[in-house]
């Protein structure tokens, strides 16, 4: 246990002290979350800006730290061939796995308390909240993007891994559903869209904030989850 502890705290240490990771992490979405909701640009009609959008940027926070975050460290430690000396350690494969998954734990829920307590200082005043609901829907999203993120970590060279994560990261900004709902997209794209998985958690969470919820829509998202963790624990080399 004490090994574990160990991990973690380097884990959340090289987070923390990272300025990029901070900024992708922390600073982008309230940042996000501050200016769209000031401003006219978000297709929301009479519904409150800050109820449509804190939910997608919740989604976003998700996908910046069990996707990108997580998929470009690994990919660098991978590598550099630090995951197969750790590997062979006493702090052993499961340790290192559980104590990154940890540290996203502990980084989302600093996320959702932070996002959340700017949402209010703007004036968002939730009224009916299933707390269980999207604690569930924020697990299967961290279990859908991680597995994306590891499974690009796993298979392609740094280089080539921090392009893709941060190139798919935009695709996901711009057409999943944070900003602008699918339906409102382009005829061509509003099918992808919706049935992306950032367009799913995002559709999901808001959901959750009226106490509400699309069975379909969790079953995909759960379906994604699914076939992201497996298809990252199969395919996944820990070294070039």
Do not use: H
């Amino acid at each position: 246990m004490r090994i574990y502890r160990s991990q973690l705290r380097q884990e959340l240490t090289v987070m923390i002290r990272n300025g990029e990771q901070l900024l992708l992490l922390v600073v982008i979405p309230v940042m996000l979350l501050v200016f769209f909701s000031q401003t006219d640009f978000l297709p929301t009609e009479n519904e409150n800006k800050i109820d449509f959008l804190l939910p997608g940027i919740l989604s976003l926070a998700v996908i910046s730290t069990a996707m990108v975050s997580l998929g470009i460290a690994t990919g660098f430690e991978r590598s550099y061939g630090v995951l197969r000396r750790l590997g062979t350690t006493p702090l052993g494969t499961r340790r290192l796995v559980a104590a990154k998954i940890s540290a996203i734990c502990v980084i989302e829920i600093a996320q959702l308390v932070i996002l959340t307590v700017v949402g209010l200082l703007l004036g968002w005043n939730p009224s009916r909240i299933n707390l269980p609901q999207i604690l569930l829907f924020l697990i299967l999203g961290t279990g859908c993007f991680a597995g994306i993120g590891l499974t690009l970590a796993g298979r392609l060279r740094a280089e080539v891994n921090l392009a893709a994560q941060n190139g798919l990261y935009l695709v996901f900004l711009l057409l999943g559903g944070i900003f602008v709902d699918s339906d409102e997209l382009p005829a061509t794209l509003s099918p992808i869209s919706a049935f992306s998985p950032s367009s799913l958690l995002s559709s999901l969470l808001r959901d959750s904030f009226s106490n509400t919820v699309v069975l379909a829509d969790a079953i995909v998202l759960c379906g994604w989850a699914i076939a992201a963790c497996a298809l990252a624990v199969t395919s996944f080399k820990w070294s070039d």
